[in-house]
């Protein structure tokens, strides 16, 4: 059987891979070089777009949007750590807090069978017809693994939700060493499911892209004599589990492979709460702040990761002191121009390239819990939410960014009627391609039937 003819019929299952922070200005590099003839094979048979991320960009709200259709307006998630208003508790947000249902309850409402493994904001997971292993912020295997007796499999093959890519800081040898034994074990694990399961919707994602980038990317731009070569040899691995995976699509298969954000190399790392307090609109109670907790009663705003901004507003934050209506958003529009008048002093260029309002990104039901106003870094400028920095700006330990842009779809079908699109947009697609409904409505368009955006 030829792989990759395609029927005219809609397929009867879909199979979703997705590479965290793969963007596909590199893939198409990449394809270009020889060093990814698996991935070019799709290419020449299907369609590969590129499409734009969400804001915040953050794999837990990207993905959450991706499965669902829905930005974080309707689903809830606007980032990994979040507050309290009228306590200002920290938390983290998971599966419960989300307001929409994922392809997931999706699939099984309709009776269908779903293996999905290390998808982000998936955690806790919940019982379903299939399997469900919890990605990124997913405490352990156990906790993270439905049903439960898959969590033991899973622990002998050597699957890990994640890396501790810390020490990358400290010791690069060691951090490949388990960033490629992490993404080995992983495909094991998908080929093996792949092969034994009965499945009509499968998702697998990859977070080891996204670490490799974090600690590689600008050693590969640079041309690092050791470090580049092992990003490339890396990229060899991911094309070859794009191959082994293609094996096990036929007609009836609709193969998607995604991103859900680009990647670019680090300029700098800026600390916003910083910025705030040196502007007058953040103070804190006590000399060494770490959290919120610590802020002054006096306190106008303060940021949280990556880039969100909330106005210290009467009634709904602690010690709330801005009133409603003028004062508030008087408070908004300085923050706002202050931000796009931020300048990197090494370059003289500007830090920011937007600012949104909340009411100009979000609307939904969970549009309540949304940042007052969001912060749109120029690219490669990675904006920070702590609150113990005492400089504007310093180069961390990585060398790579999360950017909005530049995130990829491939497809193994033509007729898609874009070259661009957004990640909202992916659900849709799946759904259109597979002749199904939505079960709520959607804030993406099937790009079988839009235009470029």
Same mark, same amino acid.
């Given at each position: 059987?030829?792989?990759?003819?395609? #029927?005219?019929?809609?397929?009867?299952?879909?199979?979703?891979?997705?590479?965290?922070?793969?963007?596909?200005?590199?893939?198409?590099?990449? %394809?270009?070089?020889?060093?990814?003839?698996?991935?070019?094979?799709?290419?020449?048979?299907?369609?590969?777009?590129?499409?734009? $991320?969400?804001?915040? +960009?953050? @794999? $837990?709200?990207?993905?959450?949007?991706?499965?669902?259709?829905?930005?974080? /307006?309707?689903?809830?998630?606007? /980032?990994?750590?979040?507050?309290?208003?009228?306590?200002?508790?920290?938390?983290?947000?998971?599966?419960?807090?989300?307001?929409?249902?994922?392809?997931?309850?999706?699939?099984? @409402?309709?009776?269908?069978?779903?293996?999905?493994?290390?998808?982000?904001?998936?955690?806790?997971?919940?019982?379903?017809?299939?399997?469900?292993?919890?990605?990124?912020?997913?405490?352990?295997?156990?906790?993270?693994?439905?049903?439960?007796?898959?969590?033991?499999?899973?622990?002998?093959?050597?699957?890990?939700?994640?890396?501790?890519?810390?020490?990358?800081?400290?010791?690069?040898?060691?951090?490949?060493?388990?960033?490629?034994?992490?993404?080995?074990?992983?495909?094991?694990?998908?080929?093996?499911?792949?092969?034994?399961?009965?499945?009509?919707?499968?998702?697998?994602? !990859?977070?080891? +892209?996204?670490?490799?980038?974090?600690?590689?990317? /600008?050693?590969?731009?640079?041309?690092?004599?050791?470090?580049?070569?092992?990003?490339?040899?890396?990229? $060899?691995?991911?094309?070859?589990?794009?191959? &082994?995976?293609?094996?096990?699509?036929?007609?009836?298969?609709?193969?998607?492979?995604?991103?859900?954000? /680009? !990647?670019?190399?680090?300029?700098?790392?800026?600390?916003?709460?910083?910025?705030?307090?040196?502007?007058?609109?953040? @103070?804190?109670?006590?000399?060494?702040?770490?959290?919120?907790?610590?802020?002054?009663?006096?306190?106008?705003?303060?940021?949280?990761?990556?880039?969100?901004?909330?106005?210290?507003?009467?009634?709904?934050?602690?010690?709330?002191?801005?009133?409603?209506?003028?004062?508030?958003?008087?408070?908004?529009?300085?923050?706002? &121009?202050?931000?796009?008048?931020?300048?990197?002093?090494? +370059?003289?260029?500007?830090?920011?390239?937007?600012?949104?309002?909340?009411?100009?990104?979000?609307?939904?039901?969970?549009?309540?819990?949304?940042?007052?106003?969001?912060?749109?870094?120029?690219?490669?400028?990675?904006?920070?939410?702590?609150?113990?920095?005492?400089?504007? %700006?310093?180069?961390?330990?990585? $060398?790579?960014?999360?950017?909005?842009?530049?995130? %990829?779809?491939?497809?193994?079908?033509?007729?898609?009627?874009?070259?661009?699109?957004?990640?909202?947009?992916?659900?849709?697609?799946?759904?259109?391609?597979?002749?199904?409904?939505?079960?709520?409505? #959607?804030?993406?368009?099937?790009?079988?039937?839009?235009?470029?955006?």
């Amino acid at each position: 059987m030829n792989l990759f003819s395609r #029927s005219k019929r809609n397929p009867r299952r879909a199979l979703v891979l997705g590479l965290d922070g793969t963007p596909h200005s590199l893939v198409v590099r990449l %394809m270009a070089e020889g060093r990814m003839p698996h991935f070019s094979r799709l290419v020449e048979t299907g369609t590969l777009i590129s499409t734009e $991320s969400v804001v915040p +960009t953050v @794999s $837990s709200v990207a993905w959450t949007s991706i499965a669902t259709g829905c930005g974080p /307006g309707r689903h809830g998630l606007y /980032g990994f750590i979040d507050r309290q208003p009228a306590t200002h508790e920290m938390f983290i947000p998971t599966a419960r807090n989300r307001r929409i249902p994922t392809w997931v309850e999706h699939f099984g @409402s309709l009776g269908k069978r779903v293996v999905s493994l290390g998808v982000p904001g998936t955690y806790p997971p919940r019982a379903i017809d299939g399997i469900l292993v919890s990605g990124f912020l997913a405490p352990d295997l156990r906790r993270g693994t439905y049903p439960l007796q898959v969590a033991a499999e899973l622990e002998a093959m050597g699957y890990v939700i994640d890396i501790d890519s810390w020490q990358a800081r400290e010791n690069k040898e060691a951090f490949l060493d388990e960033v490629f034994n992490a993404f080995d074990r992983r495909t094991e694990v998908v080929l093996k499911l792949l092969g034994r399961e009965r499945w009509d919707l499968f998702v697998a994602h !990859f977070m080891d +892209t996204d670490r490799l980038h974090h600690f590689l990317w /600008g050693e590969m731009e640079d041309k690092h004599p050791v470090y580049a070569d092992w990003f490339y040899r890396f990229y $060899s691995r991911v094309d070859e589990m794009v191959g &082994e995976v293609a094996k096990h699509v036929d007609d009836d298969t609709l193969l998607m492979v995604m991103s859900d954000h /680009g !990647f670019c190399k680090l300029r700098q790392e800026v600390h916003l709460n910083h910025w705030l307090r040196q502007s007058g609109f953040l @103070s804190f109670s006590n000399p060494n702040p770490r959290q919120l907790l610590d802020m002054s009663p006096d306190t106008r705003c303060y940021s949280l990761l990556p880039g969100r901004f909330y106005v210290c507003l009467q009634c709904r934050e602690r010690n709330g002191c801005v009133r409603p209506g003028s004062e508030y958003e008087s408070v908004r529009a300085d923050v706002a &121009e202050g931000l796009l008048n931020l300048r990197d002093p090494e +370059t003289g260029g500007r830090v920011i390239r937007d600012v949104k309002m909340r009411e100009d990104l979000y609307s939904g039901e969970a549009e309540a819990a949304a940042p007052d106003l969001v912060a749109i870094p120029e690219e490669g400028y990675d904006l920070k939410g702590g609150f113990e920095k005492t400089v504007l %700006m310093e180069r961390g330990g990585v $060398s790579g960014t999360h950017a909005v842009g530049d995130a %990829m779809l491939l497809v193994n079908r033509r007729g898609l009627q874009v070259t661009s699109g957004s990640i909202l947009d992916i659900y849709p697609t799946l759904l259109d391609l597979m002749g199904m409904d939505a079960a709520t409505p #959607s804030d993406g368009i099937s790009l079988m039937q839009g235009g470029d955006r």
